[in-house]
C-alpha cells in the first residue's frame, strides 16, 4: 500500500480544503403565496404542499390585558 514519504504542510492542506464548504440551500417559491421554501417541503407560511393543505395554521389571536388585583 501506498504510504506517503513527507507530511503534508498545513499550508498545502488548508488550500485543498479552502472550496470543500457547505452550499447555500437552494430554495423554490411556493405555488400558492409565493413565499421561498425548500423543495419537498411543507411550505411554512402557507402549509401546503403537492397542491393539498398538509398543516393548519392557527390565527394569533392578540393577548388579553392582564387583570390587576385592584378590580
Do not use: F
Not at 12 to 38: G, I, Q
Not at 53 to 68: D, L, S
Amino acid at each position: 500500500m501506498a504510504v506517503p514519504k513527507k507530511r503534508t504542510s498545513s499550508a498545502r492542506r488548508d488550500k485543498r480544503r479552502a472550496n470543500h464548504k457547505a452550499a447555500t440551500p437552494r430554495l423554490n417559491s411556493c405555488p400558492r403565496c409565493h413565499s421561498p421554501r425548500l423543495p419537498h417541503r411543507v411550505c411554512p407560511t402557507c402549509g401546503t404542499y403537492a397542491g393539498r393543505e398538509v398543516i393548519t395554521h392557527k390565527v394569533a389571536e392578540a393577548p388579553a390585558a392582564p387583570r390587576t388585583d385592584s378590580e
